[in-house]
């Protein structure tokens, strides 16, 4: 992946997570929907399992980018289970929450790769030159808190300066309400809008959501 930023003619960095310095571990959705089956008694076999994860994963990952607000982890647990067949009436927000946090730490045991080449030294470099930085995320599955942790545990969360995730304000890119919340965040509330550069591999939700608020962007090329 490349990773040609111009450092210089931007004051601060928002950086996409998924797919852009991190991807999930290669075993860790296979584990999950394991994990998803045995928990919530799912009587389907395990292939039909992972496909009914995936589609519903899309499409509200979708459904989010094109109406720019943001589905709940549960919500997203509860059209999967609806769609398998379980009696979703006999669950409540404690049983799914206590799910929640045992998928918490099957993701941080199988831990998603960074992609991002040398992405210490890219964020160390950007912080030595007195810029700031901060993660901007879309969530579904995995929410912020636990996304904290994770960066937390790779030593990055010194990197950065705020977090802003769309499962914690209820919004997803490209809505310009969340590029908003990245402006309303920075401690030079005079600097312009274009030397805030955010960089991501989403053509729709990173690039141009960012260009229509008036930041600057960069699309990473896989």
Known sequence: MKTDIDIHNHCHFSFDLWLTLIKSHPEFKAKRVELFSSFFEVNKPMDEVAKTVKYYDDLCNTINEITGGNIDTFEIYLMILGALEVDVKLLNKEKLN?????????????????????????????????????????????????????????????????HIYSDEINCSKPNPLIFQEVKNQLKDQDLPLEKILHIGDNPIADYKGAQDFGFSAHLLKH
């Open 98 to 162: 206590e799910f929640y946090l045992k998928s918490e730490d099957l993701f941080l045991q199988y831990k998603p790769v960074v992609i991002f080449e040398n992405i210490h030294d890219v964020f160390d470099n950007i912080k030595s030159h007195g810029k700031t930085i901060n993660i901007l995320s879309n969530t579904g599955f995995i929410k912020g808190t636990t996304m904290r942790k994770f960066l937390i545990h790779e030593n990055l969360d010194q990197y950065i300066d705020f």
